[in-house]
Nanobody, 121 residues
Framework: QVQLVESGGGLVQAGGSLRLSCAAS????????MGWYRQAPGKQRELVAG???????IYADSVKGRFTISRGNAKNTVYLQMNSLKPEDTSVYYC???????????????WGQGTQVSVSS
C-alpha cells in the first residue's frame, strides 16, 4: 500500500506564489512517477503536471511557464512550484503516483487526500 500526503496549500492573491509538497510512504519501490492533479467545483479532475524518476516532465498547457514540478533527493517526494497564480487556478490539488509517467497521466492508482489552493483576484 502507498500513502501520499500533500502540504502547502492556502490562500494567495493573484500574481502570488505557492509551493506544494507531497511525500509518499509505504510500498514506494515501484513508484517511478509522481504528479499533481486539480479539481475545481463542478469540473473534472485534470492533470496539472507529472514527473518521472529520470526527470521527464509533462505539463498542462494552462500552467506551462508558470508551474514547475520537481522531485526531491529522496525518491518519495515531489513538489509543485506555482508562480503567477490566477483565480482560475483555484482548486483542490491532489498528489498522484504510479509506476511510470504514462500511467500517471492516464489514471494513477495512488492519490493523496488533496490540499486547497485559493487565489483571490
Amino acid at each position: 500500500q502507498v500513502q501520499l500526503v500533500e502540504s502547502g496549500g492556502g490562500l494567495v492573491q493573484a500574481g502570488g506564489s505557492l509551493r506544494l509538497s507531497c511525500a509518499a510512504s509505504g510500498l514506494i519501490s515501484s513508484l517511478n512517477a509522481m504528479g499533481w492533479y486539480r479539481q475545481a467545483p463542478g469540473k473534472q479532475r485534470e492533470l496539472v503536471a507529472g514527473i518521472s524518476t529520470s526527470g521527464n516532465s509533462i505539463y498542462a498547457d494552462s500552467v506551462k511557464g508558470r508551474f514547475t514540478i520537481s522531485r526531491g533527493n529522496a525518491k518519495n517526494t515531489v513538489y509543485l512550484q506555482m508562480n503567477s497564480l490566477k483565480p482560475e487556478d483555484t482548486s483542490v490539488y491532489y498528489c498522484a503516483a504510479d509506476r511510470n509517467l504514462p500511467e500517471v497521466a492516464r489514471g494513477p492508482r495512488y492519490w493523496g487526500q488533496g490540499t486547497q489552493v485559493s487565489v483571490s483576484s
